[in-house]
């Protein structure tokens, strides 16, 4: 009996051992997946929330303190100094600009000679000229669509017209047709677009279904204006000088301008819903005069810290986790309160990478590769410090292998489903897959793509410069039928996103949020521990556009 009981043990031993085994996870991994904890990540957020931190504005007094939070955590967990000259602090040099609304001004221009002026505010806005004090243009107007080109998916909205010296006007976002992510670069990359087709200025405006971009928002932020950073030879990174003028204008106006056309505004917008390009000239000029002055510099700084890998080689590789710890600052009262604290965007992110810090930090053995966390400045600013952090970092750029970005992950209701934005682009979604499988959580698909998610957050940064990426955000199921995740995202948005009432007391499940850290971590150390660096898809779009490139070919990012 005893030998028979001694049998069945190591029978069932076998069994489980088999069983932990199959999930492609190591037991050490696992253990310190397991061992999470929801209210260090509570914990962190109602610090990083704290009216005390004044919003996070990079170059306040919050900003820093909240820094220097990311930084005694750091210390803490054993991570070393990965900033400049042996510190946690990698300073990134920002420069705002404005527009000067009283030499400034925007008018239509008729075939016969007949002049309208616009009201700055109400009829539209202008961008800053960057590097030109007073810019002034006057040039026919060509309709470009969508104002993109992409050969790719067969779609060409500039295909046998000439804009040469001449002013674009397209509608903001990009064809619905397209895959989602393709749906987002395109959105964001036309004034490279009409810059490369010989444009000198651009003019934009919404179709009827996108509330994102209306004139009150749009102005609103004009007025804020805008920020860059400086590269070593102080001029602003990313701009266009060959574009002399830049405008937005309101639906009322688009509508004055298409009139001159002769052709169905009705039936434009009906060819742009079917994603059908389109391109003819407008009948009229514009003059835009832009008087733009610079606001001032800010010294932006991000965090970073470095636990060290084991393996004698793959030490030098790096997994680079990023979250932005910047937010809005205090502003004008909404509802009697100015500070917008930013507690899930983003001091959720922080808190959660923090957590999953800590989960490394506890392996007995560390992982193969190192693992470098970054907390962003200046993300809100147009991820401007994970921009300056990719295209400077403080570890050789060749050597970073990966990154994992989280930004407001949504965690109102239980984690069902995720939505890991990149992940279909490159190797990384074997990691995905395998980790989402051991937590039983389901892989969606984005439920949001007039969102243009993938854009509009730091992992963006890293797929410019040619490095697989991933981006995880909660799904729409909720475990209630009763519950709809999709509308109460979008009710969020719509009433809670970039306001004073972000704040820590909100009905957040950080049962949720642990999981998004056991994500985090669980996907990062396979990466880590995988002696193959990830890939890029064969022929996918961003591998092709950003990734190395074969020998003797040219890159086709313009760099600027």
Known sequence: MKTVLTLNFLLLSISFLFAQDKSGIPADARAAAQSVRPEAIRAHMRFLADDAMEGRRPGTRGYRLA??????????????????????????????WQVREEGSSLTLIGKNGKEQPLVFGKNYTLSPVYGDEKSEITAPV??????????????????????????????????????????????????????????????????????????????????AGTYRWLGKDGNPQRVFPELKGVAALGDSTARTVFAASGRSLADIIAAA??????????????????????????????????LPGTDPVLKNEYVVYVSHLDHLGVARPIKGDSIFNGAHDNASGVGINLEAAR??????????????????????MGLLGSDYFASNPTVPKDKIIANLCLDMPFFFHPLVDIVPYGSEHSSLAKEVNTVANYLGVKVAKDPMPEQVVFMRSDHFSFVRQGIPAIYIKSGTETGNPQLDGLKLNLDWRATIYHSPEDEIDQPFDFGAAAKHAQLQFLIGYLAAQNPQRPTWNKGDFFGTKFGPKPAGSSSTESGR
């Open 67 to 96: 820094a220097n939070y990311v930084i005694a955590q750091f210390e803490a967990l054993g991570l070393q100094p990965a900033g400049e000259d042996q510190t946690y602090l990698q300073k990134v040099p920002l420069r705002q």
């Open 142 to 223: 060509v309709f470009v669509g969508f104002g993109v080109t992409a050969p790719d998916l067969n779609y060409d909205d500039y295909k046998n017209v000439d804009v040469k010296g001449k002013i674009v006007a397209y509608f903001n976002g990009a064809p619905a047709a397209f895959p989602s992510n393709q749906r987002a670069y395109h959105s964001s990359a036309k004034l490279e677009n009409a810059a490369a087709h010989g444009a000198v200025g651009v003019i934009s405006f919404s179709l009827p279904t996108d509330v994102r971009n209306r004139m009150e928002a749009s102005s609103a932020r004009a007025r």
């Open 359 to 380: 989960m490394f930090a506890s392996l007995p053995t560390k992982p193969k590769r190192s693992i470098l966390f970054v907390a962003v400045t200046a993300e809100e």
């Open 273 to 306: 819903n079917r994603s059908i390009p389109q391109a003819f000239p407008l009948n009229l000029s514009v003059r835009m005069k832009t008087e733009t002055r610079s606001g001032g510099d800010i010294a932006g700084y991000n965090v970073v810290g470095v």
